[in-house]
């Protein structure tokens, strides 16, 4: 390698020191066999941040605790970006043919609503593959609440994924009518897709490997379908079960994590039903399945072991950590836990029809607690049952209207229910509270963005700057779900307004 390249070796402790590090903070493996790979993508890097030597490099990037930006670059030198248009077309098919009619024609009966995920989306092209087949398919797609956001850890491939062009390329798999009907050539070998295509999709950074989703917050709640493919076969094997895990609690009940045919496996998925259409495996959220599989019984769920909640700013409980599923102790019943903490273990596992169940009587007696009512609001919300969230939530916020938190929970429902100018009223009233709710300012200038309100967003986002310098970096803000000061201001840096 040093001859190759004219520059020293990366030492192999150094080597492995720092593939463990960029597992830590990526998810992603360094094989032994890889690290001539690695030692290259390094020296690629190190330019970026400034360095012509890879071993000061190394050195020093072991030595730091890395912004987001600075993941944003090295995981642009070390991720493949490889993707094109209806990559793995038996998947498409199975989509079209297949799966999404009947979820169409079942929540045509009902609240018209569907929300995907294109996670390690690359640069577009799986998300608007997917928002040209929903288009296809919904004829009267003005009339449904339809979300597709897109996430990667690359904000370079996410700008090129914004922008929507393409070379001919990312087309090698489609048929030429497809082209001709959903771009427009702009110049020699490139095309743009069609506005009304492009506005379809929402992309955003994520991170994978971080504890982030489920989140109300970033969207990645009550999903129908993650489409995760060709991702996770990068990734070291701790990573794809947490991820695959969280992924599930991202899901509503019935919905569909579709990874790609490589990357299928007995293992990590064990806690899916396994659903062969056509040539595909899909793998769907059936907590009946996995109570089943795991023989849960209402006498042993009582024996999950958890901490007692902790009490936040708002009087909210504040996140568990988090126990593997149903992970039940040998011996029995440590702590019995009441009925709200059980169904705040259910929730936080992701069996949200459990959790309603468990939670539902308690809270319709009229008498629970706003952390009840708080935690049945999410339980409803990431589900999906909107309406019944905002029902809930309004009750709430009745029995203590001096809770900041609690208006703007029912801000985020109202906006997912594309109610924007009630939302806003919402985020007004939490921020008239409490001056300095960080997260309320900051969806109040996402809210903006969303409406196009360009200069009222660039004040928001700066009010939210403005809190955010009170907090030391390392700093949790409160009810952001574990969001450090530092993290959320390289959020708003990234907006670039
Ligand atoms: C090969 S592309 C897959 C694109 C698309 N899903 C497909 O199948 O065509 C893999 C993508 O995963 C992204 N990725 C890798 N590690 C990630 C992480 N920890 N969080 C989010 N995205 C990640 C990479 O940046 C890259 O864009």
New binding site residues.
């Given amino acids: 390698m040093g001859k190759e390249t004219g520059l020293k070796d990366v030492p192999d402790t150094l080597l492995q020191r720092l593939s463990e590090y960029l597992t830590a903070k990526?998810?992603?493996q360094f094989l032994n066999k890889n690290r001539d790979n690695l030692h290259r993508n390094m020296i690629s890097a190190m330019t970026d941040f400034g360095f012509e030597d890879v071993v000061g490099f190394v050195e020093w990037l072991l030595s730091t605790s890395p912004t987001q930006e600075q993941i944003e670059i090295l995981?642009?030198h070390?991720?493949?970006?490889?993707?094109?248009f209806f990559?793995?077309k038996n998947t498409f098919e199975t989509l079209e043919h297949s799966m999404l009619p009947g979820l169409i024609d079942t929540r045509r009966k009902t609240d018209k609503r569907l929300r995907f995920w294109?996670?390690?989306?690359?640069?577009g092209?799986?998300a608007y593959s997917l928002a040209i087949l929903i288009d296809r398919l919904i004829p009267d797609l003005r009339d449904w609440n339809v979300t597709i956001i897109a996430?990667?850890?690359?904000a370079f491939?996410l700008r090129k994924a914004g922008e929507g062009i393409y070379s001919d390329w990312s087309f090698r798999d489609t048929p030429p009518f497809f082209k001709d009907k959903y771009f427009e050539r702009v110049k020699e070998n490139r095309y743009r897709l069609l506005p009304g295509i492009r506005k379809m999709v929402t992309f955003s950074y994520?991170?994978?490997?971080?504890d982030v989703y489920p989140s109300l917050q970033n969207n990645t709640n009550a999903l129908d379908v993650i489409?995760?493919?060709?991702?996770l076969m990068?990734?070291a094997p701790d990573?794809i079960r947490r991820?695959v895990e969280r992924f599930y609690r991202s899901l509503v009940e019935g919905g569909f994590l579709i990874v790609?045919p490589v990357e299928t496996s007995q293992v990590y998925y064990s806690q899916y039903a396994t659903v062969r259409f056509r040539d595909s495996i899909f793998y769907k959220k059936d907590t009946l399945k996995e109570k089943q599989g795991y023989r849960v019984e209402k006498h042993v769920e009582k024996t999950i072991s958890l901490p007692p909640a902790q009490k936040v700013k708002y009087g909210i409980s504040k996140k568990l950590p988090h126990t593997k599923r149903y992970d039940l102790p040998k011996k029995p019943a440590v702590q019995v836990l009441t009925p709200n903490e059980e169904a705040d273990a259910l929730y936080r596992k992701g069996f949200y029809r459990e959790a309603e169940e468990r939670l539902g009587p308690i809270v319709s007696n009229g008498r629970s607690s706003p952390e009840a009512l708080v935690l049945y609001t999410k339980i409803l919300a990431n589900q999906g049952k909107l309406a019944d969230a905002f029902r809930w939530c309004e009750k709430a916020v009745s029995a203590d209207r001096s809770n900041a938190y609690l208006h703007y929970l029912l801000a985020v429902i109202l906006e997912e229910q594309r109610r924007f100018e009630d939302a806003k009223v919402s985020l007004k009233r939490a921020i008239y509270l409490d001056h300095n709710f960080a997260l309320a300012y900051f969806a109040l200038a996402n809210l903006s963005l969303r409406l196009g309100r360009i200069a009222e967003a660039r004040k928001h986002f700066n009010n939210t700057t403005e809190i955010l310098s009170k907090y030391k970096p390392d700093e949790i803000i409160p009810e952001s779900e574990g969001i450090t000061a530092r993290r959320f201001s390289e959020m708003i840096s990234a907006v670039r307004l």
């Fill in positions: 990526t998810g992603l995981a642009s070390l991720t493949v970006g490889e993707t094109y990559r793995e294109s996670a390690g989306c690359s640069t092209e799986e996430t990667d850890i690359n491939a994520l991170n994978l490997s971080e489409l995760c493919r060709n991702v990068y990734f990573y991820t790609s």
